[in-house]
T-cell receptor, first 119, second 109 residues
């Protein structure tokens, strides 16, 4: 099956620093990747949709200058949380959609998530 | 606006059957997913329905009625490991995935 990896799985950083999270599709090509944030006991919140080779589309209320997304290849997207603050502490999850139009029925394959703690 | 409704929380007994409902109002419909999410983990795929009817996969079944904007996930022979949140998500006419808030299922011995 389709596998998506995410790195790191956990990260603790100091307030004001930047953190980069990588999302990779390991055995398929993903033209589209999605970045979600999930606070404790809440549902997934879509932050942005990332298309390979073009600018990401951010959801309303998500600061594009704070959450930098780069989707440079069909297997890699990165999310950089710039000038992180304690309120950015959350569970960040990426997902990828298969580029093959014949497959997946638009299913999204999720990475294992990254737990970010900003102190 | 687009809306997906599912109960916030349900409780069931080990070995029993539970049905989690999902109703949706979206701009167009191109399929409905059910995902399972354990606390602190990413969602995992359970089922996909695009045509009306029941899809059975082991202990889990998913039903869809497009005319009613309704789906349910049926879990049989409940096990303690089934305690998780169950997320309903619909693909709209723009092929965007619209997520429900999830149903937390608590299994008691």
């Amino acid at each position: 099956g389709a596998v998506v990896s995410q790195h790191p799985s956990r990260v603790i950083c100091k307030s004001g620093t930047s953190v980069k999270i990588e999302c990779r599709s390991l055995d398929f090509q993903a033209t589209t990747m999605f970045w979600y944030r999930q606070f404790p006991k809440q549902s997934l919140m879509l932050m942005a949709t990332s298309n390979e080779g073009s600018k990401a589309t951010y959801e309303q209320g998500v600061e594009k200058d704070k959450f930098l997304i780069n989707h440079a290849s069909l297997t890699l997207s990165t999310l950089t949380v710039t000038s992180a603050h304690p309120e950015d502490s959350s569970f960040y999850i990426c997902s990828a959609r298969d580029a093959d139009p014949r497959g997946s029925s638009y299913e999204q394959y999720f990475g294992p998530g990254t737990r970010l703690t900003v102190t | 606006g687009q809306n997906i409704d599912q109960p916030t929380e349900m409780t069931a007994t080990e070995g029993a059957i539970v049905q989690i409902n999902c109703t949706y109002q979206t701009s167009g419909f191109n399929g409905l997913f059910w995902y399972q999410q354990h606390a602190g983990e990413a969602p995992t795929f359970l089922s996909y329905n695009v045509l009306d009817g029941l899809e059975e996969k082991g202990r889990f079944s998913s039903f869809l009625s497009r005319s009613k904007g309704y789906s349910y996930l049926l879990l049989k022979e409940l096990q303690m490991k089934d305690s998780a949140s169950y997320l309903c998500a619909v693909i709209d006419s723009n092929y965007q995935l619209i997520w429900g808030a999830g149903t937390k299922l608590i299994i008691k011995p």
